[in-house]
């Protein structure tokens, strides 16, 4: 069982590298940067970035905002969203977003960074009335990512099983699958 757990966990693996080394390069070639918060993922997003050779190129760091007052300092989540609905919220996730391609946006490269974030419960048991699983990952697109026409930041909801590890490399997957996609639309 365990070489099966093994040769499962290294294809999941390989799939993530394929999908970041081609979101990777296709940033590099339209000239988008990313950066991410994490919370629920806790550095495993930036890690699936920086497992490529050449993501220095596209990728600029990860801030790994796991306490909720590290949301409102560091990225500028609104502290009463925090306060009333906790960090496990679709508005937390894409404020974070936001907040981190704000953060490394830098001088003279325009408005070119993807803003990435990671928020939820990976368990093993709810978190309240948050079930194990539950995740937001939060996208700040800037315009001509996926085709989008202007800056748009939104969140979407996943609901995944398995133990704390799968949800959270689960979550990761995800991201890289959802940035492929629409890499790809906009190619067509």
Known sequence: MTESMDQ????NQSQCDELAAAVLAYCETNRFKIAAAE???????????????????????????YDIRAKAS????????LRSEGAVHPEVARQMAAGTAR??????????????????V??????????AGLAYVGCSLPEGFGGVRSRRTEAFELRLQGDR???????????LQKLRELSADSQE
């Open 74 to 81: 560091i990225l500028g989540v609104d502290a009463e969203l």
């Open 8 to 11: 499962t966990a290294a294809a």
């Open 122 to 131: 990976a368990g093993p048991g709810p978190d309240g009335n948050k079930p």
């Open 165 to 175: 590890e799968s949800v959270r490399r689960g979550v990761v997957h995800c991201i």
């Open 39 to 65: 919370s629920l993922t806790g550095g495993l997003l930036a890690d699936a970035f920086v497992r490529v050779p050449g993501a220095s190129k596209v990728f600029l760091g990860s801030a790994v905002t």
């Open 103 to 120: 953060l490394y946006r830098q001088q003279g490269d325009g408005d070119c960074v993807i803003g990435l974030s990671t928020t939820g």
